[in-house]
């Protein structure tokens, strides 16, 4: 006969396995919805390297739910913008199909980059995001993920 404790720690020991089994890059998603869809970037320094980051960490994935034609627009979290910024090259597909987005480019000095999302499959796409230091060769990346549901 199991004791109260004992029970709990095989609930808890189940619990954290499926947590670990989460699939990497979709653990959590944010639904994006008609219109723009808004994805603050920072950056920080690890060490010697330069790290891009959301600063809504559910942003990781972006949940397309059946929207055709909305503008994905990642703005520089502030006083990132000072020092840092987009280049037209900033945010782009690792691989999959280009048809998809219409990329718009770098906007409003660099501050931020916007896309439009034509949602057409049910895909999922992982991309990269580059930001970089105005004043030095400095590149700060991230590699999250679009989720296209239909």
């Not at 396995?17 to 998603?29: D, K, L, N, S, V």
Request: proline share 4%; aromatic share 8%.
């Amino acid at each position: 006969m199991l004791t109260r404790v004992s029970r709990w720690m095989i609930l808890g020991s189940v619990g954290l396995t499926a947590c670990a089994m989460q699939p990497i890059g979709h653990a959590r998603e944010y639904p994006c919805g008609p219109g723009i869809c808004k994805v603050e970037v920072t950056v920080a320094m690890e060490g010697t390297l330069c790290v891009a980051k959301l600063v809504d960490p559910t942003q990781t994935t972006l949940r397309m739910p059946g929207y055709n034609g909305v503008v994905i627009q990642w703005q520089l979290h502030g006083d990132v913008e000072r020092t840092h910024e987009f280049r037209d090259t900033s945010i782009r597909l690792k691989s999959g199909s280009t048809t998809q987005f219409q990329h718009d480019g770098a906007i409003g000095g660099g501050k931020k980059y916007q896309i439009v999302n034509k949602n057409s499959d049910s895909q999922t796409y992982e991309y990269y995001i580059k930001v970089y230091s105005r004043t030095t060769a400095q590149v700060c990346d991230l590699d999250p993920f679009i989720r296209n549901v239909n």
